[in-house]
């Protein structure tokens, strides 16, 4: 989808948060969004010749998150990615690593470069700010033994722990420890991995062979309708979009990574200057 027209799209659907669109903004859609057709096409995975600019993903300061483990004289990551896939290693956006020294950054462009088009509208980050808060995770139950799954099975193990545990799982008590204990939704610096797609596989980088932990996890939701204990307080109410396509709490950047898994990022503990490793779960 061309840039200009998505950005018109998302301008509409939030201008128009509960009340119908006017006719000229039926007729903006009508020109950006035509009726479907079928078969539909397939988006064009190598749209324009030549170099195609990166989109900002991401900019986190070691001020804001401390467990941020920048290179000597670095206090600054930067993350963009390129909004196409790319087949047949990734089906999803590559992303470009930058590690900055903040004070050394004076020359800001007002206007940085953009691509013409997205592949899908997913690809295409919405502006928002951070509000970095720690937390204690948990493995994913799929790194666990034989031996501490039956425990976590166990409804008498979760009663002694008293009334913090939610008697609503008492038939299936290692679900609670899966939903609330274990890797947290949401962006996350850092942290467990989460995985679902398929088998824990660990990540070892392709320069030295070290072990390389996760550095960002880029989902397509902060939360969904089983994990709804990570929601934070002021969002505890839940609000439900009348249209489709209208902005979400739990997408404020409007990404979606395939059919809603998360982007997971690892990089070398030796190394941050070795190629970092992509994965989708």
């Known amino acids: 989808m061309p840039l200009a027209d998505l950005k018109v799209l998302r301008r509409i659907r939030a201008a128009a948060q509960g009340r119908d669109f006017t006719s000229q903004e039926r007729k ?9 057709t079928y078969p539909r096409p397939k988006p064009s995975l190598r749209p324009y010749d030549g170099s195609i ?19 000597a004289g670095t206090d600054l990551l930067q993350v963009l990615w390129c909004p196409f896939d790319h087949p047949p290693k990734s089906y999803m956006p590559k992303t470009v690593l930058f590690w900055r ?14 691509p ?16 970095p808060e720690q937390i204690t995770e948990y493995p994913h139950p799929s790194e666990l033994s034989p031996d501490i799954l039956s ?16 008697s609503r799982y ?26 679902g797609l398929t088998d824990p596989i660990p990540q070892s980088c392709l320069t030295c062979d070290t072990e390389m932990p996760p550095l960002l996890t880029i989902p397509s939701h902060e939360w969904g309708s089983s994990d709804r204990s990570w929601i934070p307080y002021e ?6 979009p009348t249209r489709g396509g209208e902005p979400r ?31 989708m779960q």
């Not at 739990?250 to 503990?269: S, V």
Request: overall charge negative; charged content about 15%; proline content about 14%.
């Open 28 to 36: 903006t859609l009508a020109r950006i969004k035509p009726p479907r």
């Open 53 to 71: 600019a990166l989109l900002p993903l991401a900019q986190l300061y070691t001020r804001d998150i401390p467990d941020l483990r920048t290179p």
């Open 101 to 114: 020294s903040a004070a050394e950054v004076t020359d800001i462009l007002t206007g940085p470069p953009e």
């Open 116 to 131: 013409p088009a997205v592949q899908y509208q997913g690809y295409l980050p919405e502006p928002c700010l951070l509000l």
């Open 151 to 166: 425990m976590l099975d166990d409804w008498g193990s979760w009663q002694a722990a008293g009334d913090v545990v939610d």
């Open 170 to 195: 008492a038939s299936y008590p290692a679900q609670f420890y899966g939903i609330n204990l274990s890797v947290a939704p949401g962006w996350q610096v850092g942290g467990l991995p989460s995985w």
């Open 235 to 240: 969002l505890q109410e839940p609000v439900i």
């Open 249 to 279: 709490p739990e997408q404020p950047a409007a990404i979606q990574i395939g059919r809603g898994y998360k982007q997971q990022l690892y990089i070398c503990p030796a190394s941050p200057e070795h190629p970092h490793t992509e994965l």
